[in-house]
């Protein structure tokens, strides 16, 4: 891995790729994210040796692509039940407090 004016030069499956970390204040490390791409690159082709590197790069993309809708899926479930325990506990308050008009 080179690192070059803030991009990151890798390998992964056998092709090198420049990376350039967005400047939105991540708090997660390129080299974190690269790690992670890799690792589960090495797991697909562990569980499957006879695949070549694009169809590894496929099934990463894709199992990916799953993990991201699963995380935003939960993050609405909780974010739903987070503004559903508010206005009951707001309905609640206004039950047992009522304003005085």
């Known amino acids: 891995m080179k690192t070059n004016e803030g991009k990151i030069d890798f390998d992964v499956l056998g092709y090198t790729v420049t990376f350039r970390p967005s400047a939105d204040g991540s708090d997660v490390a390129p080299e974190q994210i690269l790690d992670y791409v890799r ?5 697909i082709k562990r569980n499957s040796p006879n695949l070549d590197s ?12 799953k993990e991201n809708f699963d995380l935003k899926n939960d993050f609405k479930e909780n974010i ?5 325990s508010a ?9 047992v407090a009522p304003t005085i008009s």
């Open 80 to 84: 739903d039940k987070l503004q559903a």
């Open 54 to 65: 694009g169809q590894i790069a496929v099934l990463l993309a894709l199992k990916l692509a």
């Open 39 to 43: 690792k589960e690159a090495n797991i």
């Open 87 to 95: 206005s009951d506990a707001l309905q609640y308050f206004e039950e």
